[in-house]
């Protein structure tokens, strides 16, 4: 289980990155010690620099690849990529409004490939019309102010993935609760779903609805993202988000068992073919 990291460079980057420093290391046959004495460090600061917990420092960087014979273009290339991962994200503009625990939330969505997620209660973040979006967040923070408005304005920005050069594969399944759910004036409601309809149509995302109908299922238990990465070093995470914050899962049995509950909610949820059809008839009667 991973904490959520505050962090605002990229934290896929870093974590790809850490775990190819962790592979020198012990290709070089070193321990955690051995490359905490190089630098003058604490044993436990090597540790946190390879789960990438910390910003790297690039003088130490260069110190271990020289130590782990690590040298050349490698070494150049390493480099590269480092100076490139400590470069804060898109969102670092928005720091005043963006909580430390998901920060690393936005840097997982923006590096993934596929993100998969089952939401019962709110149309999802990304799909989200500014309208929608600024009544659910002002339910959290009782505010109409500047805050609101730049939360909001985030919630819009991070949207871009979807329709970006190698957007990521989107697949997203709602309670029917999601599109009944009055959290809105009507019309709010209305043009929340013909976004929904219009992002459906999309080549990239698939958008499943669980209706009624379905009265027990899995997802009962709560939302819940998947995110797969084209690093081969980095693991399926998936995303729980609580009162006091969240939690990252990354351990293979804790993740499969997640990515087995989406398929199964999936195959229960209504066809992909219908989705349409089905959104248009709720839209008639709101």
């Not at 775990?19 to 290709?27: N, Q």
């Not at 909001?152 to 009944?180: C, F, G, N, S, Y």
């Not at 009055?182 to 669980?210: F, G, S, T």
Request: glycine share 4%; proline share 6%.
């Amino acid at each position: 289980m991973t904490q959520a990291r505050s962090t605002s460079a990229s934290t896929v980057r870093l974590l790809v990155l850490g775990r190819r420093l962790r592979d020198l290391r012990r290709h070089a046959g070193k321990s955690f010690e051995d490359a905490a004495q190089i630098l003058g460090v604490s044993a436990l600061a090597i540790r946190r620099m390879e789960q990438a917990q910390v910003k790297w420092k690039i003088p130490y960087i260069r110190m271990l690849l020289d130590e782990y014979g690590v040298t050349g273009e490698e070494a150049r290339d390493f480099l590269a990529m480092t100076l490139e991962a400590n470069q804060p994200g898109w969102w670092y503009r928005y720091r005043d409004v963006l909580p430390s625990w998901f920060k690393a939330y936005v840097s997982l969505e923006e590096e993934a490939t596929l993100i998969r997620c089952y939401e019962p209660h709110y149309v999802p973040g990304l799909l989200q019309t500014e309208s929608y979006a600024e009544t659910v967040l002002h339910a959290g923070l009782h505010d109409t102010g500047e805050e609101l408005g730049r939360r909001v304005a985030l919630r819009m920005e991070r949207q871009k993935l979807l329709t970006q050069p190698h957007a990521p594969d989107v697949w997203i399944v709602v309670d029917e609760t999601v599109l009944r759910r009055p959290v809105a004036p009507p019309e709010v409601m209305r043009n929340q779903i013909d976004r929904l309809i219009e992002i459906a149509a999309l080549p990239n995302v698939k958008l499943q609805v669980i209706p009624f109908a379905l009265c027990v299922h899995e997802g009962m238990y709560g939302p819940f993202t998947f995110f797969r990465f084209e690093h081969p070093e980095m693991p399926d995470i998936v995303y729980l988000e609580n009162v006091l914050g969240a939690v990252y899962l990354d351990q293979y049995d804790d993740v499969a068992a997640f990515q087995s509950a989406l398929d199964r909610l999936c195959a229960q949820a209504l066809p992909l073919n219908r989705t349409e059809s089905y959104l248009g008839d709720i839209r008639k009667e709101l």
